[in-house]
């Protein structure tokens, strides 16, 4: 039984550790300031791949519309409840 705790605390230490070291390479200030400098690059690479989806596969568009308004409406309903 104290060979599965101490294997438990080791475990779960290292997933500490694992877990400090993921923080660097996800929502750090390096991503936060990357958009904040190339915000209309990303705008204007959006708005292209929305028009060659336009232009490519309209159906699929109605879909992703389709499905966005399904679920605000159902945010809506949930927020006046």
């Known amino acids: 039984m104290e060979k599965l705790q101490t ?3 080791v475990l779960k230490q290292k997933i500490k550790e694992l877990e400090e070291r993921l923080k660097k390479y996800t929502n750090g200030e390096n991503h936060k300031r990357y958009y904040e400098k190339n915000k209309e690059k990303i705008k204007e690479h ?3 791949n929305l028009k060659k989806l336009k232009e490519e596969n309209p159906e699929k568009l ?5 499905t966005y308004y399904l679920k605000r409406k159902e945010l809506l309903n949930n927020e006046q409840f």
Not at 62 to 66: F, H, Q, V
Request: aromatic share 10%; charged share 55%; net charge neutral.
């Open 62 to 66: 109605k879909e992703y519309r389709r």
């Open 7 to 9: 294997e438990n605390e």
């Open 46 to 48: 959006g708005s292209n």
